[in-house]
C-alpha cells in the first residue's frame, strides 16, 4: 500500500529565514505534486515533477525529486508572510493520487 | 482555464438520509476524483474514475458510492449519512496525460447532525 509522510506537520518561521519540507513515500513512483492550500480555498498546484534529479523552481520555493531515495523536498528561501498555507505533497501510482497530511507552514514577521 | 464545479459549498444533513454531493468539470477530463479532507489526515481518496461508467475504490470507499454517467459529471453518493462522514469533500479532474496535475473544486464541507 502506497504510504505519503510529510514533515514536519506544522511549521513556524519567521521571515526571510530558510527551510525545507520533506514527503517521503512507500512505493516507486517518478510523478509527484506539490499543492499549496489556503485557509478556506481549494488546492492549487504548484510544482509537477516527474523523473529522478527533477527541480522545479518558482519564486522563493524549489521542490526537488530522489526518486531512489522515495523524497522529495519543498526548500523555502527567505520566506514571507505570503507564503503562510498549507503544503501538500502527492505521489501518482497509475492516476491513483495519494496525498500527504500536509504541512502547515506560519511565516511570522 | 479549467474549471471544477462543486454544487454545494456548505450542505448540512440528517444522520441516515441519502446524500449526493455533485461535482462537473468542463475541460475533457477523463479522470475525476473524490477526497474528503480531515484535518492531520490530509486528503485521502474515497474514489475515482477514469471514464464514463468506470469507477475504482480509494483508501475509504466503505459507507460511500459515486456515478459517472457523463463524462463532464462525477456525482458521490452517501448512501445513509453518519456522523464520522461529516468533513469537507473535494473532487478533482485531471487529463489522462500523467504529467499534468489534478484541477480541484472549491470543496464542499458537508456536517451530518
Known amino acids: 500500500e502506497l504510504k505519503v509522510e510529510q514533515n514536519p506537520l506544522f511549521l513556524s518561521m519567521q521571515e526571510g529565514k530558510n527551510y525545507t519540507i520533506y514527503c517521503n513515500y512507500s512505493?516507486?513512483?517518478?510523478?509527484l505534486y506539490w499543492y499549496r492550500q489556503d485557509p478556506g480555498k481549494s488546492l492549487e498546484s504548484l510544482f509537477v515533477?516527474?523523473?529522478?534529479?527533477a527541480v522545479k523552481q518558482e519564486g522563493r520555493l524549489m521542490a526537488s525529486l530522489d526518486t531512489k531515495a522515495r523524497l522529495s523536498t519543498l526548500h523555502i528561501t527567505a520566506a514571507v508572510h505570503d507564503l503562510s498555507a498549507t503544503y501538500f505533497c502527492?505521489?501518482?501510482?497509475?492516476?491513483?493520487?495519494?496525498f500527504g497530511a500536509g504541512t502547515r507552514l506560519t511565516v511570522k514577521p | 482555464d479549467v474549471k471544477v464545479t462543486q454544487s454545494s459549498r456548505y450542505l448540512v444533513k440528517r444522520t441516515g438520509e441519502k446524500v449526493f454531493l455533485e461535482c462537473v468539470q468542463d475541460?475533457?477530463?477523463?479522470?475525476m476524483f473524490w477526497y474528503r479532507q480531515d484535518p492531520g489526515l490530509g486528503l485521502r481518496l474515497i474514489y475515482f474514475?477514469?471514464?464514463?461508467?468506470?469507477?475504482e475504490k480509494g483508501d475509504i470507499p466503505e459507507g460511500y458510492s459515486v456515478s459517472r454517467e457523463k463524462k463532464e459529471r462525477f456525482s458521490l453518493i452517501l448512501e445513509s449519512a453518519s456522523t464520522n462522514q461529516t468533513s469537507m469533500y473535494l473532487c478533482?479532474?485531471?487529463?489522462?496525460?500523467?504529467?499534468?496535475?489534478?484541477?480541484f473544486g472549491d470543496g464542499t464541507r458537508l456536517s451530518i447532525l
Open positions: 478533482a479532474s485531471r487529463t489522462d496525460y500523467s504529467n499534468q496535475p489534478q484541477h
Open positions: 512505493t516507486t513512483s517518478d510523478r
Open positions: 515533477l516527474l523523473s529522478n534529479g
Open positions: 502527492a505521489v501518482d501510482i497509475r492516476n491513483d493520487m495519494r
Open positions: 475541460m475533457d477530463h477523463e479522470n
Open positions: 474514475s477514469y471514464d464514463v461508467k468506470m469507477k
